[in-house]
């Protein structure tokens, strides 16, 4: 099992869609000298960093060499990680591993995207096979627009209630300060902008953001001596998947279900309605959110949208879901899962501000990438 | 299975065409624009260290300490490349990549050097920076650096 770790600090920089008025390792920097400043630490006190962002987003595929200064990995151990969306969870995950291992006491995990200074689907389309998917399919809209498409047919939900959810998550934004889209919208504005990839209107889909998240991990020892509230982890749980599309059942988000009853195995939980207190979910479109819920076990397969339909995944709702405004609300796709981590840890110790969920105990984050992988986290008080 | 004498292996060619805009940030901004407006080029003196960095770099508190450095230095390394790249470097060759330290800073960095022939570089050798008349906003507004002129009286 390893030793325990907890999230003792977290800082993100103010997410928006272009940042021309830093390069890029100066807006790591604005993450991690947060972060610092939460924990009370300086960079000294830092053992190791692992850094991730997406390849070929910003053309520039060694960030652990070329962020380094921004980073503060100057003369320490660092590692780059790269995972496509799922890239903040994995270098959580990873900086977990370093933790959980006995080697390294503190570690500085650090996701980070300027989606503004290229093509993101540009940048997207080099994952696929490039003599078969890539000439045909690939891009970000359109593997969760085929998705949509099989779960609305299955279960007969309309784009209402996809809609409902992005308005929900970006009215939720407006609580937090880093957020990208802080909206005030109402279903039919949604289904009024055009169709990107049918189902998915425009404002189904999550932004394109500039911005950095930075999350310090300790171990049990020294989280304890640095932080009067530490975020415990107490299961982190990754799935990958099959290459081709084609391969992966629609409709069926095996990775993110397998994932998820694993971590309540590891996490003890049983009932995880009642058990969970808020979750941060990695939710790229809006029916995401609808769908996936049911992947969690938080209800029956085809009932996500009751979840969401009787509020109990809105803010005040007994299951809040994305507090911070989700992914459909920001997305510097490196930071985006990180970001689900950092305000989920935020939740349990109490440093929401205006996003805070009362009395969070159970806090669930997952990330989502590549084809249909998952990564679920579970920290608690 | 093997390939029969009449088949052949499908070897897929094409490339990639990404477009990128980077943005330098508040701090090259202005290093650029020293360089376009004045042909002066300005470090920054790090606040913990004192040392002057060339390139200039943010400070954490965002209160940087501006200085004139060079135009002129010295060559700290160097190398005379003669294998050709074409897709990656497209200038004619010979070219020499050279370690300069300006006057005022304390980091070296890379440029090439112009002006001169191969076999009299010299590690040492004093170097002056020539502007390029129209700044595009790159470290090629410095367009290459030459031998210092040595006034003989």
Known sequence: MGERVAIIASGQTNHCSKRTDVNIPEMIQEAVDRALLQANLTLDDIDAVVIGNMEHFEGINLSDMWASEGAGSVMKPAMKIATGGTTGASVAACAYYHCASGLFDTVLAIGWEKLSESDPTGGIITAFDPIVERLTLAGAVGGLAIEATAYMKTYDVPEEVFALAAVRSRKNAKRNPHAHLKLDLTVQQVLDTPYIAYPLHYLDMCPASDGACAVIMASEKRAKDLCPKPAWIDAVVCRHNHAWIGDISFGKNSTLESAAVEAYKIAGITNPLEELNVIELYDPASYTQVSWLEYLHLCEMGQGRRLVEDGVTAFEGKLPVNPSGGVVSTNPIGATALIRVAEASLQIQGRADERQVDGVQRAMATGFGGSYWNEVFILSA | ?153
């Not at chain 2, 299975?1 to 060619?13: G, I």
């Not at chain 2, 005022?104 to 502007?131: C, N, P, S, W, Y």
């Open chain 2, 1 to 153: 299975m093997s390939l029969q004498p009449d088949e052949e292996l499908v070897v897929y060619k094409s490339s990639m065409r990404i477009p990128y805009r980077w943005a330098a940030g508040l701090i090259a901004s202005k290093f650029y624009r020293h360089i376009a407006q004045e042909k002066k080029i300005y470090a920054t003196r790090c606040p913990k260290t004192q040392k002057v960095l060339m390139p200039p770099r943010k400070s954490p508190n965002g209160t940087e300490d501006w200085v004139e450095v060079g135009p002129g230095g010295e060559i700290k390394s160097f190398t005379v490349v003669r294998y050709p790249v074409p897709s990656l470097n497209p200038t004619t060759l010979p070219i020499v990549y050279a370690l300069i330290q300006l006057d005022g800073a304390d980091t070296a960095f890379v440029h090439q050097l112009g002006e001169i022939e191969t076999d009299k570089v010299k590690t040492g050798m004093r170097v002056t920076a020539v502007f390029a008349e129209k700044a595009a906003g790159n470290i090629l507004d410095i367009q290459y650096f030459k031998p210092e002129t040595v006034e003989i009286v």
